[in-house]
């Protein structure tokens, strides 16, 4: 459960009211106390750094808190920001503001080409790709004398004279940081935004959902620099001069305190954290430079081990404590036979999916695979498997340990693409493509051990899943969160997870976690279902109930089944057809009796090797 | 002639001894890199952790190198002295830190590591201030190893050849514990199974704060090192850091090899990218171009090897 | 010897084995058959502790081990040889063995030695200086149960050691098994291949879904229908 909607707009609602309310409350307390700083100070120095800080670090928690990148270049792109404004207004005479306008479409370009490099790699190599970037960032800097002005920066840049007040130059910064966060706000809201949370919370079924991740991660990685760019641009105004030591790498560790601070989890969380990280330095890290750094360094490694989730997440935690002293239940306490329980069958069969397959069991070929090869090393994991899955039917996959049955289904849902062979899908050859082209089609996995986003509401779930294959998510307009709502709440009514919609879907029970995935691939279209052992971990009462479910779905949707099982029980109760792998290679395919029925498949299952007793007791040394 | 002119000017009308004294100023420059980098990458090979504070225990090595030294006349005894405490004190606060924090954040997302060690280098830094203040130091190498060595027509200072040295003796040392000692033979098995070493009977929580003191100890032994070479100060822990952080990139994290080659490639390179003057500005750049184009194309580094999970 | 009860592990959110127990006395062999995803390699596993969520109690020679942390467990004469011939691949065959040494509890000579572990196993000492890494399949399997050995287990858990090996290491396997038996060790063999677990085994038990369904003599297992009904077709 997340800190409720109304809590988080009050808390907006109180931010933006004290940031424009800064500079007479400022003045009223110089009035009152005149030992006390200056306002000019306090508005000048304090009040507009920390609008800046709270920019730069609400365009890091962009590609942070909502698409999960670790980014170390962002003191780069608030660096050539700030050279931008310096050497339009040094080298051209323009003034601050066009320059202001221009940083964004600079720094963004720059972060375009730099994104594009860094997402070659992944995961902590893509953090290290971006500080040696950085690096090569601020050395270009540093060394480029004649153009930046080397160590010693760009000084003396000088606002136009309306900005010479300090109180009028904090409300300019105020409304350019304010237009900035309404952009991105919208952005985050929108369905491009539920993208990027899609991706966050679990990348690989972001891509099988149709999402093609690495440009939405360069789309944010882009966008996110553009208005550090923009934060870099207004520190050239503010501070009137720019330097190397900006884009230091070093540096960038400010954003990423500053969100910490604040939460990443909120949109204006980092703001939260700016204010309190500027009031901090300007207090303790003036006076005491050493103890500050110490301060800050206790609170960053408590939030770490204690709190993850800054701020934010450290109210969530408190509520939930109260919330079980006062005895309400949680959802995961329930289960999973409960929750399976509730589903009811007969709901599901009267709904309608997506994509309405009224049409029953046609006997075409839905599916075709001719040879298909896969090696691994010295291995040969699925050897020259073909086999054709009729439409409508069930088909099931069996074989003993080893016999490359989950290598085919990774073959199958374009996880790992095959040596050889070809695969033809309603009549298409999707040889070798990738998992979110896949998705187009109709080929849906589901029952996987994490096949949902956790940190998504259940309702969240189903909406981002339908955005994300109807191509909505190219869409920067909207709020993703209006779509789609009646049709994902039908769904969740029919698999009866209306009552959770609003539940984080990682909270939900094993059972439950099951029936979202299966309302997500009918939300998805998805024509044949591929399903990887999935009563794997079930215990026997969950087992028969998710089998009924998928079955009874399956039938009256007119849905293909593919699934491989260990459990013969599921896989008599269930299949139409059985085919039989072993070491690689199809051993055998028919109707289950006629599987049953044939020697040779008992024999792989119960053993061909027969050991003749040995001749010795003494056989090896006692 | 300005051709001709340009010509002499990118070095290539350099002269033997020109080229020696380069080569020497980077194998110098290498080995303290090497010893900072190889503890960064045994750690990482090993806790699959990057101890963003590792740069730190370099520096605080450092300041206890130059308040040790100045409390003798004499710069050979502290500086013997400081060689043997500061790295033993610094891997005890390395099993403090392992301990107290790493312990918790095993197997969690790196960034949290990332972010719980970054708030160390901040408190370090901090500590490093209030202890040391924020003036430069600057020590004096030990008498026996002060002046210079002459060959043939250079002369190369002592203490460098003396830096070289213990980089080899330090690099066979380590290749000895890797692959001599039953420690070594554990963190090799730590690094390619850590799961099937608890079974086999091995204390691993116990052995990773092993490791992780050793690690400690040779980014302090770096420190110390560098201290009669170059000035101390704050700001130490950040570059060293980075450019460890590039030669175990570019080596390969988790091989002591790679730390070998990669300090050498990098030390080499800044040494002759400063000698021609048209690429000196650029030589530091050139580094992490480098490291970049290896993440790109081969992320495990030259003597790595790709992670399995 | 070995005692668990109340054995109950989850992966994650997954309840996977639900209140196992078994028991392994000196001397015997106790197979552990059951089909793919029944539970086999999770219940040993629960029973090492190298699953961190698993309650229930683990008793070895009257002690209780079921919080104890894997490695200790390990020393206190719980050797596990995990499937697929795990090994420390960049270590040499002859460190793979080292690293598993251990003296007795009570002091006195071990009795499993390298030397000894070669002498069962000749290949091994031809090969003690190659990298584990570069090990056929076969031989590999060798060293695993080898290093398993080395800890002077008082209960040694194999799981799936026939597992694409050929006919004849199998037979190997199967007469050191019975040596090992004989010595006093008790045995836990998971196995998918149930007729040479059967031929070695004292008693059979079948684990499906995470629970022990059946238990009985291994000689009633050959004849009965209960192979077939739990692992067949």
Redesign the interface.
């Given at each position: 459960m997340r800190t409720p909607e109304g809590l988080r707009w009050a808390a907006a609602a109180v931010l933006v009211t004290f940031a424009l309310a800064l500079p007479p409350l400022a003045g009223l307390v110089e009035i009152v106390s005149p030992d006390s700083i200056s306002a000019n100070f306090t508005v000048g120095v304090l009040g507009t750094s920390a609008l800046v800080l709270a920019l730069w670090a609400i365009s890091y928690n962009l590609m942070l808190g909502y698409a999960g990148m670790v980014s170390f270049a962002h003191a780069a792109y608030y660096g050539i920001g700030a050279y931008t404004v310096a050497l339009l207004y040094q080298d051209l005479h323009w003034s601050v503001l066009p320059g202001l306008a221009l940083s964004p479409l600079v720094v963004g370009a720059a972060g375009l080409v730099t994104g594009f490099i860094s997402l070659r790699a992944v995961r902590l190599y893509f953090s290290l790709l971006t500080l040696a970037i950085s690096q090569v960032g601020y050395v270009i800097a540093f060394e480029w004398y004649s153009f930046t002005g080397g160590d010693n920066g760009i000084h003396g840049i000088s606002p136009p004279d309306f900005l010479s007040n300090p109180t009028v130059l904090y409300y300019f910064v105020a409304a350019v940081v304010a237009v900035c966060l309404l952009i991105m706000f919208g952005l985050v809201r929108s369905p491009f935004g539920a993208a990027l949370l899609a991706i966050r919370e679990n990348r690989l079924r972001a891509a099988s959902i149709g999402l093609n991740v690495k440009r939405y991660e360069l789309a944010v990685f882009t966008i996110s620099a553009a208005f550090a760019g923009v934060a870099g641009a207004l520190f050239a105004i503010y501070d009137n001069q720019a330097f190397p030591d900006l884009m230091k790498w070093t540096e960038s560790a400010h954003p990423i305190v500053v969100t910490l601070l604040g939460g990443s989890g909120t949109f204006l969380g980092p703001a939260l954290g700016a204010a309190v990280y500027t009031w901090l330095a300007n207090s303790v890290g003036k006076s005491l430079p050493a103890q500050f750094d110490i301060v800050l360094g206790a609170i960053v490694l408590g939030i770490v081990l204690v709190a993850p989730g800054g701020l934010g997440s450290a109210l969530d935690g408190i509520r939930r404590v109260a919330a079980r002293r006062r005895g309400s239940r949680e959802p995961e306490e329930e289960t999973s036979d409960q929750a399976l329980g509730r589903i009811d069958v007969s709901k599901i069969l009267a709904i309608r999916p997506v994509k309405s397959h009224a049409e029953h069991s046609s006997g075409a070929t839905l599916l075709r695979v001719e040879g298909l090869s896969k090696r691994f090393g010295g291995l040969k994991a699925v050897d020259g498997v073909s086999l054709n899955v009729l439409e409508g039917r069930r088909h099931a996959v069996i074989g003993p340990n080893g016999a490359g049955k989950s290598t085919l289904f990774n073959l199958l849902t374009g996880q790992i693409r095959p040596d050889s062979g070809k695969v033809v899908f309603g009549g298409v050859d999707i040889t070798g493509r990738r998992p979110h082209q896949l998705s187009r089609f109709g080929i849906g996995r589901a029952f996987q051990i994490t096949n949902i986003f956790p940190k998504l509401t259940v309702l969240q779930n189903l909406q981002y899943s339908m955005l994300a294959h109807r191509g909505d998510t190219v869409r920067p307009i909207g709020i993703a969160d209006r779509k789609y709502r009646d049709e994902a709440m039908q769904l969740l009514e029919a698999v009866g997870l209306g009552p959770s919609s609003r539940l984080q879907a990682g909270l939900l029970s094993h059972g439950d976690q099951r029936a979202l995935e299966l309302a997500i691939s009918l939300a998805l279209g998805t024509r044949l279902l591929l399903l990887d052992e999935p009563t794997a971990g079930m215990s026997p009462y969950e087992t028969k109930r998710a089998m009924e479910l998928v079955n009874g779905v399956v039938a009256q949707q007119g849905l293909t089944l593919l699934f491989c099982e260990h459990d013969m029980d599921i896989v008599f109760g269930i299949a139409d057809v059985v085919t039989v792998m072993h070491q690689g290679r199809v051993l055998a395919e028919g109707t289950p009796e006629a599987i049953r029925a044939n020697p040779e498949v008992q024999k792989i299952y119960l053993g061909d090797i027969d050991l003749d007793p040995p001749q010795t007791e003494a056989g090896a040394g006692a | 002639m300005p051709h001709q002119h340009c010509l002499r000017e990118a070095g290539f009308g350099m002269s033997a001894s020109t080229v020696a004294l380069t080569v020497l100023a980077g194998l110098s420059a290498a080995s303290v890199l090497f010893l900072v980098a190889s503890g960064l990458s045994l750690v990482f090979g090993a806790l699959r952790v990057i101890n963003m504070a590792h740069g730190s225990l370099y520096m605080i090595a450092a300041f206890l190198t130059t308040a040790i030294v100045s409390l003798f006349a004499q710069p050979t005894i502290g500086f013997v002295l400081a060689l043997v405490l500061a790295p033993v004190a610094v891997a005890l606060l390395g099993a403090l830190i392992e301990i107290l924090v790493l312990r918790r954040l095993y197997g969690r997302e790196h960034l949290l590591q990332l972010l719980a060690t970054y708030a160390l280098v901040l408190v370090f830094a901090g500590g490093v201030r209030i202890v040391f203040g924020s003036q430069n130091r600057i020590i004096r190498p030990p008498d026996f190893l002060t002046g210079g060595v002459s060959l043939g027509t250079i002369t190369f200072p002592t203490y460098k050849f003396f830096l070289m040295f213990a980089a080899l003796v330090v690099a066979a040392g380590l290749y000895v514990l890797l692959y001599r000692t039953t420690l070594g033979r554990n963190v090799r098995a730590a690094v390619a199974d850590p799961e099937l070493l608890n079974a086999s009977g091995v204390n691993v929580a116990r052995l990773f704060t092993t490791v992780f003191m050793i690690g400690a100890g040779l980014a302090a032994l770096g420190g110390v090192l560098i201290s009669p070479d170059q000035a101390v100060g704050l700001g130490m822990d950040t570059d060293v850091l980075v450019a460890a952080f590039a030669i175990s990139v570019i080596g390969g994290l988790g091989s002591l090899t790679g730390s070998f080659v990669g300090a050498l490639l990098v030390g080499l390179a800044t040494s002759f990218g400063i000698m021609f003057p048209a690429t000196s500005r650029w030589s530091l750049a050139f580094i992490f171009v480098l490291m970049a184009v290896v993440l790109m194309i081969r992320p495990w580094g030259l003597f790595g090897r790709p992670e399995t999970n | 010897m070995l005692e668990v009860s109340n054995l109950q592990v989850r992966?994650?959110?997954?309840?996977?084995v639900?209140d196992l127990g078994l028991k392994i006395g000196r001397g015997e062999v106790l197979a552990l058959l059951g089909?793919?995803?029944?539970g086999k390699t999770t219940t040993i596993m629960g029973i090492?502790g190298?699953i961190g969520s698993t309650t229930g109690s683990v008793v070895i020679d009257g002690v209780e081990v079921g919080r104890w942390?894997?490695?200790r467990r390990?020393?206190s004469g719980i050797a596990?040889v995990?499937s697929g011939a795990?090994?420390?691949?960049?270590?040499t065959v002859a460190?793979n063995l080292?690293?598993?040494a251990?003296g007795l509890a009570g002091g006195g000579a071990p009795s499993w030695t390298v030397e000894?572990v070669y002498?069962?196993f000749p290949k091994l000492q031809q090969l003690r200086a190659n990298l584990a890494g570069g090990l056929s399949g076969g031989e590999r399997q060798m060293l695993a149960v080898g290093?398993g050995l080395m800890?002077n287990p008082k209960v040694i858990l194999l799981d799936?050691p026939?597992?694409?090996l050929a006919?004849v290491i199998?037979?190997?396997l199967?007469?050191?098994i019975?040596?090992l038996r004989?010595?006093g060790v008790g045995i836990l063999l998971a196995e998918?291949?149930?007729?040479?677990a059967l031929?070695v085994a004292d008693r059979a038990a079948f684990i499906e879904?995470?629970r022990i369904v059946a238990e009985l003599p291994a000689a009633d297992a050959r004849t009965s229908d209960v192979?077939?009904r739990i692992?067949?077709?």
């Amino acid at each position: 459960m997340r800190t409720p909607e109304g809590l988080r707009w009050a808390a907006a609602a109180v931010l933006v009211t004290f940031a424009l309310a800064l500079p007479p409350l400022a003045g009223l307390v110089e009035i009152v106390s005149p030992d006390s700083i200056s306002a000019n100070f306090t508005v000048g120095v304090l009040g507009t750094s920390a609008l800046v800080l709270a920019l730069w670090a609400i365009s890091y928690n962009l590609m942070l808190g909502y698409a999960g990148m670790v980014s170390f270049a962002h003191a780069a792109y608030y660096g050539i920001g700030a050279y931008t404004v310096a050497l339009l207004y040094q080298d051209l005479h323009w003034s601050v503001l066009p320059g202001l306008a221009l940083s964004p479409l600079v720094v963004g370009a720059a972060g375009l080409v730099t994104g594009f490099i860094s997402l070659r790699a992944v995961r902590l190599y893509f953090s290290l790709l971006t500080l040696a970037i950085s690096q090569v960032g601020y050395v270009i800097a540093f060394e480029w004398y004649s153009f930046t002005g080397g160590d010693n920066g760009i000084h003396g840049i000088s606002p136009p004279d309306f900005l010479s007040n300090p109180t009028v130059l904090y409300y300019f910064v105020a409304a350019v940081v304010a237009v900035c966060l309404l952009i991105m706000f919208g952005l985050v809201r929108s369905p491009f935004g539920a993208a990027l949370l899609a991706i966050r919370e679990n990348r690989l079924r972001a891509a099988s959902i149709g999402l093609n991740v690495k440009r939405y991660e360069l789309a944010v990685f882009t966008i996110s620099a553009a208005f550090a760019g923009v934060a870099g641009a207004l520190f050239a105004i503010y501070d009137n001069q720019a330097f190397p030591d900006l884009m230091k790498w070093t540096e960038s560790a400010h954003p990423i305190v500053v969100t910490l601070l604040g939460g990443s989890g909120t949109f204006l969380g980092p703001a939260l954290g700016a204010a309190v990280y500027t009031w901090l330095a300007n207090s303790v890290g003036k006076s005491l430079p050493a103890q500050f750094d110490i301060v800050l360094g206790a609170i960053v490694l408590g939030i770490v081990l204690v709190a993850p989730g800054g701020l934010g997440s450290a109210l969530d935690g408190i509520r939930r404590v109260a919330a079980r002293r006062r005895g309400s239940r949680e959802p995961e306490e329930e289960t999973s036979d409960q929750a399976l329980g509730r589903i009811d069958v007969s709901k599901i069969l009267a709904i309608r999916p997506v994509k309405s397959h009224a049409e029953h069991s046609s006997g075409a070929t839905l599916l075709r695979v001719e040879g298909l090869s896969k090696r691994f090393g010295g291995l040969k994991a699925v050897d020259g498997v073909s086999l054709n899955v009729l439409e409508g039917r069930r088909h099931a996959v069996i074989g003993p340990n080893g016999a490359g049955k989950s290598t085919l289904f990774n073959l199958l849902t374009g996880q790992i693409r095959p040596d050889s062979g070809k695969v033809v899908f309603g009549g298409v050859d999707i040889t070798g493509r990738r998992p979110h082209q896949l998705s187009r089609f109709g080929i849906g996995r589901a029952f996987q051990i994490t096949n949902i986003f956790p940190k998504l509401t259940v309702l969240q779930n189903l909406q981002y899943s339908m955005l994300a294959h109807r191509g909505d998510t190219v869409r920067p307009i909207g709020i993703a969160d209006r779509k789609y709502r009646d049709e994902a709440m039908q769904l969740l009514e029919a698999v009866g997870l209306g009552p959770s919609s609003r539940l984080q879907a990682g909270l939900l029970s094993h059972g439950d976690q099951r029936a979202l995935e299966l309302a997500i691939s009918l939300a998805l279209g998805t024509r044949l279902l591929l399903l990887d052992e999935p009563t794997a971990g079930m215990s026997p009462y969950e087992t028969k109930r998710a089998m009924e479910l998928v079955n009874g779905v399956v039938a009256q949707q007119g849905l293909t089944l593919l699934f491989c099982e260990h459990d013969m029980d599921i896989v008599f109760g269930i299949a139409d057809v059985v085919t039989v792998m072993h070491q690689g290679r199809v051993l055998a395919e028919g109707t289950p009796e006629a599987i049953r029925a044939n020697p040779e498949v008992q024999k792989i299952y119960l053993g061909d090797i027969d050991l003749d007793p040995p001749q010795t007791e003494a056989g090896a040394g006692a | 002639m300005p051709h001709q002119h340009c010509l002499r000017e990118a070095g290539f009308g350099m002269s033997a001894s020109t080229v020696a004294l380069t080569v020497l100023a980077g194998l110098s420059a290498a080995s303290v890199l090497f010893l900072v980098a190889s503890g960064l990458s045994l750690v990482f090979g090993a806790l699959r952790v990057i101890n963003m504070a590792h740069g730190s225990l370099y520096m605080i090595a450092a300041f206890l190198t130059t308040a040790i030294v100045s409390l003798f006349a004499q710069p050979t005894i502290g500086f013997v002295l400081a060689l043997v405490l500061a790295p033993v004190a610094v891997a005890l606060l390395g099993a403090l830190i392992e301990i107290l924090v790493l312990r918790r954040l095993y197997g969690r997302e790196h960034l949290l590591q990332l972010l719980a060690t970054y708030a160390l280098v901040l408190v370090f830094a901090g500590g490093v201030r209030i202890v040391f203040g924020s003036q430069n130091r600057i020590i004096r190498p030990p008498d026996f190893l002060t002046g210079g060595v002459s060959l043939g027509t250079i002369t190369f200072p002592t203490y460098k050849f003396f830096l070289m040295f213990a980089a080899l003796v330090v690099a066979a040392g380590l290749y000895v514990l890797l692959y001599r000692t039953t420690l070594g033979r554990n963190v090799r098995a730590a690094v390619a199974d850590p799961e099937l070493l608890n079974a086999s009977g091995v204390n691993v929580a116990r052995l990773f704060t092993t490791v992780f003191m050793i690690g400690a100890g040779l980014a302090a032994l770096g420190g110390v090192l560098i201290s009669p070479d170059q000035a101390v100060g704050l700001g130490m822990d950040t570059d060293v850091l980075v450019a460890a952080f590039a030669i175990s990139v570019i080596g390969g994290l988790g091989s002591l090899t790679g730390s070998f080659v990669g300090a050498l490639l990098v030390g080499l390179a800044t040494s002759f990218g400063i000698m021609f003057p048209a690429t000196s500005r650029w030589s530091l750049a050139f580094i992490f171009v480098l490291m970049a184009v290896v993440l790109m194309i081969r992320p495990w580094g030259l003597f790595g090897r790709p992670e399995t999970n | 010897m070995l005692e668990v009860s109340n054995l109950q592990v989850r992966y994650g959110k997954s309840h996977v084995v639900f209140d196992l127990g078994l028991k392994i006395g000196r001397g015997e062999v106790l197979a552990l058959l059951g089909r793919n995803g029944a539970g086999k390699t999770t219940t040993i596993m629960g029973i090492v502790g190298l699953i961190g969520s698993t309650t229930g109690s683990v008793v070895i020679d009257g002690v209780e081990v079921g919080r104890w942390p894997a490695f200790r467990r390990a020393q206190s004469g719980i050797a596990y040889v995990p499937s697929g011939a795990r090994c420390f691949a960049p270590l040499t065959v002859a460190e793979n063995l080292q690293i598993a040494a251990r003296g007795l509890a009570g002091g006195g000579a071990p009795s499993w030695t390298v030397e000894r572990v070669y002498e069962v196993f000749p290949k091994l000492q031809q090969l003690r200086a190659n990298l584990a890494g570069g090990l056929s399949g076969g031989e590999r399997q060798m060293l695993a149960v080898g290093r398993g050995l080395m800890l002077n287990p008082k209960v040694i858990l194999l799981d799936e050691p026939t597992e694409g090996l050929a006919p004849v290491i199998v037979q190997g396997l199967a007469a050191l098994i019975r040596t090992l038996r004989d010595t006093g060790v008790g045995i836990l063999l998971a196995e998918q291949n149930h007729q040479m677990a059967l031929k070695v085994a004292d008693r059979a038990a079948f684990i499906e879904k995470g629970r022990i369904v059946a238990e009985l003599p291994a000689a009633d297992a050959r004849t009965s229908d209960v192979v077939h009904r739990i692992l067949g077709v």
